[in-house]
């Protein structure tokens, strides 16, 4: 499946979908994220609605239940992270941020060890052919990365399965992790921390200002990730200097992040559970590749800087932009220094991936 916009004509299980099958999978989609949200927040997992939908329709999808989502009701859900991600920039921001520098020279290292590993790997266990195993480890946006490596000569559908298995991995781990050394406690109750909908006309007038000019400005700037980073922009830039204080309601949030773990499960959909299962597995040895790398980095710039060695690993593991700024907050994270350094990684990957690709290919070339 292409990782870029689904079109209106997309085909799941080699057949063309009529309009009522195409809502109809949407609908069921929909329903089996929103079921496995609410078991996982029954149950106090973290980050619940976003990581119940992403497993239970991961595995309708692996299953054959033809399950789809829309690519821009996906975008539509996302700016709504944005606007609620830029809420977490407080006007002391300004002050820490020379505090960063260090971690971000940082993760430019551990970005170009990681990605060389994880090449070899690909190349060597994965038996990906090189344009493939280059474009499928560097970790930029998922939608990037495979229209890149598709134009290099990359197998787009590889790439694209293996990033989403990325993303799927890693930020099942995190959670883990933090339950395990991070303190985390599930908060009270079933939804994300938020407010609820009273909220002052004049902060909804703000919240909704941000969600709709944000992707039109981030659009016409030519920025990726633009219905995400054009809302999170917009958000802090009013959040940091006062004129908001407010963040979209956790229910609303709750709902964004169903579509969001769905949106991921979802990219398997259309795809033999056989190749699922052979890329996931040959994932499954690269996430431990990233996240050994992270961990290891953590702790490194941890005795570095004084920074808890475990928020440090956070802003370095290569899960989705929104995906890991989500996990932060959704775990009472540091949302404004995670966002920033997977801004600043995305930012590096897509624009140095394609110019180390050219100036090393022929190291590529198999012989």
């Known amino acids: ?22 809502h109809g999978s949407v609908f069921l989609a929909i329903a089996i994220g929103f079921v496995g949200g609410g078991v996982f927040a029954a149950l106090k997992l973290p ?65 170009a060890l990681a990605v060389a590993l994880v090449l070899y790997y690909l190349k060597m266990v994965g038996s990906y052919d090189p344009v493939t195993a280059y474009f499928a480890a560097a970790p930029g946006g998922l939608n990037d990365m495979t229209l890149i490596g598709r134009d290099m000569g990359g197998d787009d559908r590889v790439i694209a399965l293996t990033h989403a298995s990325r993303v799927l991995l890693v930020v099942m781990t995190i959670p883990i992790m933090f339950r395990i050394f991070g303190g985390y406690e599930s908060p009270p109750g079933l939804l994300p921390r938020g407010p609820g909908f009273d909220l002052p006309l004049r902060e909804w007038v703000a919240l909704a200002g941000c969600a709709l000019v944000g992707p039109f400005i981030a659009r016409r700037l030519k920025l990726p990730a633009a219905f995400l980073l054009g809302p999170l922009a917009l958000s802090a830039i009013i959040h940091i200097a006062g004129w908001s ?123």
């Open 47 to 111: 980050l619940p609605w976003m990581l119940g939908a992403m497993v239970f329709v991961t595995v309708a999808a692996v299953s054959g239940t033809p399950v789809r989502l829309p690519y821009m009701f996906r975008q539509s859900m996302v700016v709504f992270i944005g606007v609620m991600l830029g809420s977490q920039f407080t006007p002391d921001l300004i002050d820490r941020v020379g505090q960063w520098v260090v971690t971000i020279s940082g993760l430019l290292v551990y970005g």
């Open 1 to 22: 499946m292409a990782a870029n916009a689904v079109p209106d004509e997309e085909r799941q299980g080699g057949e063309k979908l009529t309009v009522g099958h195409k």
């Open 245 to 367: 204080s407010a963040s979209p309601p956790g229910a609303l949030v709750a709902a964004a992040q169903i579509v969001l773990g769905t949106g991921v499960g979802c990219r398997f959909a259309g795809t033999h559970y056989t190749e699922v299962i052979r890329i996931i597995r040959v994932s499954l040895g690269s996430a431990v590749i990233w996240m050994t790398s992270a961990v290891g980095f953590g702790l490194l710039i941890g005795e570095i800087t004084g920074l808890p060695w475990y928020v440090v690993t956070l802003a370095y593991a290569p899960g989705g932009l929104a995906e890991m700024s989500l996990v932060a907050f959704g775990i009472g994270q540091d949302v404004a220094f995670v966002a920033t350094h997977h801004l600043c990684r995305i930012g590096m990957v897509v624009l140095l991936a394609p110019l180390a690709f050219k100036m090393i290919r022929k190291y590529f070339t198999p012989v």
